[in-house]
């Protein structure tokens, strides 16, 4: 796992309350089996300020990043809310790590669904 950040936003990143989470399989590079890219919101924007290189895409690669993810930020943050796509094993390492918070699925992500299973049954 690489993860990829500037110390400068590490301040913003502790104090932001919504996080809003998108993996991508498919430019993940050689030895990597995702490209994942937590963005922040600071006034009312949300900005990219981490980008994790995961070797799997499974709960452990993904608890295991949020566990890195909070060591960086010396275990003080303020997340409330997440936003993020419909793979499971992202929803249930928050929710493991982050009792309590607030889930909330993107819409981008539901409407990519609902295409695929459109034209995947010919409607």
Request: charged residues 15%; positive net charge; glycine residues 4%.
């Amino acid at each position: 796992m690489i993860i990829l950040f500037n110390n400068d936003c590490l301040s913003m990143i502790q104090n932001a309350a919504t996080w809003v989470c998108c993996g991508t399989f498919k430019s993940a590079p050689s030895g990597f089996s995702q490209v994942f890219i937590i963005h922040f919101s600071y006034h009312q924007e949300f900005m990219p300020l981490l980008y994790v290189l995961l070797p799997g895409k499974g709960l452990s690669d993904c608890n295991r990043m949020i566990c890195e993810v909070k060591s960086l930020l010396l275990n003080q943050f303020k997340i409330k809310n997440l936003i993020c796509d419909f793979e499971i094993s992202i929803r249930l390492a928050f929710k493991n790590n982050f009792p309590g918070i607030n889930i909330s699925h993107c819409l981008f992500h539901f409407g990519q669904i609902l295409w695929r299973n459109l034209a995947k049954n010919h409607l």
